[in-house]
């Protein structure tokens, strides 16, 4: 069954602090990872995605790696902000369809002053 | 900058009754989707929808469920007989192309059901 496992659950940093975000898949066949940064009460914001023979993908301070070897994913935030408080989801698909993502639960991250 | 719209924002219903939660894509996009999200729970893919048919759906996605495009800019998705278990977050989304296309999402209906 294909599975996506976020950590930390939750993540709590102070403002200009650093932070990076672990996502492990057992998705198969891999096709991509996207990072989504989801606000309360809104829908998903696409951040970054990768295809198989990218390891690395930025979009402004944040940086995604994807080890597709190890199944693992990492987004990093570099000097965090406020309005950087969100939810943070790993999808990744198995497909060129719709159907075949698979959602991550979410690292829910909280930065503070 | 175009986004994807979707109305109404809340909606409460009985029971049973019919809803219909309506989305307006990006006006380039082809591509349409639906989605929902249990309260705490991950987001869960619904149906797609391209050149006016289903192209895949969910097993959630059953006969008490349908979508439609009944004019060129809006994107529907109808509950006949809704449960408690319906009650959720519903997110339109549309893209230009399938594949490793970026996604755009709308705002979401929250839908409660009692």
Not at chain 2, 89 to 107: H, I
Request: proline residues 4%.
């Amino acid at each position: 069954k294909n599975q996506v496992e976020q950590s930390p659950q939750s993540l709590i940093i102070l403002e200009g602090k650093n932070c990076t975000l672990q996502c492990n898949y057992t998705v198969s066949p891999f096709s991509n990872l996207r990072w989504y940064k989801q606000d309360t009460g809104r829908g998903p914001v696409s951040l970054t995605i990768m295809t198989f023979s990218e390891n690395t993908k930025s979009n402004g301070r944040y940086t995604a790696t994807l080890d597709a070897d190890t199944k693992q994913s990492s987004l990093h935030i570099t000097a965090s902000q406020l309005s950087d408080s969100a939810s943070y989801i790993c999808v990744v698909s198995a497909g060129g369809t719709a159907s075949k993502l698979t959602f991550g639960t979410g690292t829910r991250l909280q930065v503070t002053l | 900058e175009p986004e994807v719209t979707q109305t109404p924002s809340h909606q409460v219903t009985q029971m049973g009754q019919e809803v219909i939660l309506r989305c307006v894509p990006i006006s380039n996009h082809l591509y349409f989707y639906w989605y929902r999200q249990i309260l705490g729970q991950k987001v869960e893919f619904l149906v797609s929808f391209y050149n006016n048919e289903i192209s895949e759906k969910s097993e959630i996605f059953d006969d008490q469920f349908s979508v439609e495009r009944p004019d060129g800019s809006n994107f529907t998705l109808k509950i006949r007989s809704t449960k408690l278990e319906d009650s959720a977050m519903y997110f339109c989304a549309s893209s230009v192309r399938l594949g490793g296309e970026t996604q755009y999402f709308g705002p979401g209906t929250r839908l409660l059901v009692l």
